[in-house]
């Protein structure tokens, strides 16, 4: 898997990407489809497919810590910002690779997504 894996081949400058911080086995890139004027990918260096599949504690404060610190050297701390981590196909996961969002530059809303709401009663 971690062959074919487009951040992982990323992550090896096998495919450019415009890198934003890299260091102590995580990297951040800026995402192509961007959601929000700052739209950063933060993946760790090494294949980890999904949230679920994270044993490691550590690399998950890493991650965060990594994250936290790349949103002030972005300049978007301050005002704020959201980290979003989509799992599996029903969480939005579209690149089987471990992955944080990091959007800023605007005001999020809540709830994201899909405003529609389902039936509570599907009977009618």
């Given amino acids: 898997m971690a062959g074919a894996c487009v ?12 890198i934003v911080k890299r260091g102590d086995g995580i990297l951040a890139f800026t995402d192509l489809n961007p959601q929000a004027p700052t739209h950063l990918l933060v993946i760790p260096t090494h294949h980890v497919t999904t ?3 994270t044993k490691d504690a550590g690399l998950l404060g890493k991650l965060l810590g990594f994250t ?3 949103a ?20 939005g996961q579209t690149v089987f690779h471990l992955h ?8 999020m809303t809540w709830p994201p997504g899909d405003r529609r709401v ?4 599907p009977e009618g």
């Fill in 72 to 91: 002030a050297r972005v300049g978007i701390a301050q005002r704020g910002y959201r980290v979003v981590v989509n799992t599996n196909p029903d969480g």
């Fill in 118 to 121: 389902a039936p509570s009663n």
């Fill in 68 to 70: 936290r610190d790349l």
């Fill in 51 to 53: 949230l679920n599949e």
């Fill in 7 to 18: 951040f992982c081949k990323i992550a090896a400058g096998e495919i450019p990407a415009t």
């Fill in 100 to 107: 944080l969002h990091l959007l800023g530059g605007r005001p």
